[in-house]
């Protein structure tokens, strides 16, 4: 069995790694309104656009081994999931809704604003509920 001590050290690695995410993920955000805004003008901003593209699914795998380390962790140290079940609930819903992103990005084209439109909601949303991770979080920790 792993040593409750390195548990209790990795407790504040996990949330500082994603914390760490959060931020990239806000980051992603601000990449995204720059394209937006450079095609809603009429025009392309090609470097943020790549930067946005290239980093989304590394962004996305992130997420995902942030949450299972995290879904390892509260299981190793308290042999169940659901001791403190927001944050649990929420991690999962959280990597939910970024496969959605990821499943909307890939079928996204020129034309299909409405899909743009859902990959903007659906961001906004994961911004709100990442906030809330680490609110979450935080209160775990301390």
Known sequence: MIDKGLIADLKPVHGAVNILVMFLFWYQALLGFMIRKARKAGGLNPRAAKRHRKAGPFFALLAAAGYIGGALLGYLDNNRLLKYPLHFINGTVIVMVIVM????????????ERLRAMHLAIGLLILCLYALQVFLGLGILF
């Not at 992103?101 to 299909?112: E, G, H, K, L, P």
């Open 101 to 112: 992103t990821f499943i909307i990005t890939r079928r996204m084209t020129q034309q299909a």
